[in-house]
């Protein structure tokens, strides 16, 4: 008995993949995917080679670089699979930015950027194990997958 399943797959768009589990919803929302009435295809916690990953195909969308960039700080490990008549043209593997601007808040509640106009401002560092955010207001570091949970 064959337990996998196929998707349908995508003629033009994009296909984000390697994303580790749990993070897909983070990048749905992030781009507000959900909102642009484009078809996506959305797996969660799916089978990979290197342990459970989400993947995201949405149909007529292309990332470009910078974009690309932003999908690094939710998903360090994924790829960006550029689709046009149906194959890939194109793979982009995300590079991390070395400042974030307007993307997080600061998850200390004692930042001073939390009662001032100012933008979530992050310097981009390497960490033990993971890259780390480090607040341009207040000045602490915070690991990635954590700044991206607080910012539900």
């Known amino acids: 008995m064959d337990n996998t399943m196929t998707v349908e797959a995508i003629e033009n768009g994009t296909v984000i993949d390697h994303i580790p589990a749990g993070f897909g919803l983070a990048i749905l929302r992030h781009f507000k ?3 642009g009435g484009n078809r996506i295809t959305v ?3 799916l089978k990979g080679k290197r342990g459970n990953k989400d993947l995201i195909k949405i149909q007529n969308i292309r990332f470009d670089e910078k974009e690309a960039a932003q999908i690094a700080l939710f998903a360090p490990t994924a ?3 550029v689709i046009e008549n149906f194959k890939v ?4 593997k995300p590079t991390l930015p070395e400042k974030v601007v307007g993307i997080f808040a600061c998850p200390n509640d004692n930042c ?3 009662g001032e106009p100012v933008v979530g401002t992050f310097a981009v560092k390497s960490g033990k194990n993971e890259p780390r955010l480090k607040c341009f207001f207040c000045e602490k570091s915070y ?3 954590w ?3 607080h910012n539900k």
């Open 33 to 35: 995917l959900d909102e």
């Open 43 to 45: 797996g969660f916690n």
């Open 79 to 81: 790829t960006v699979n």
């Open 89 to 92: 043209i194109k793979k982009i």
């Open 112 to 114: 001073a950027s939390h």
């Open 143 to 145: 690991p990635i997958s």
């Open 147 to 149: 700044v991206v949970k």
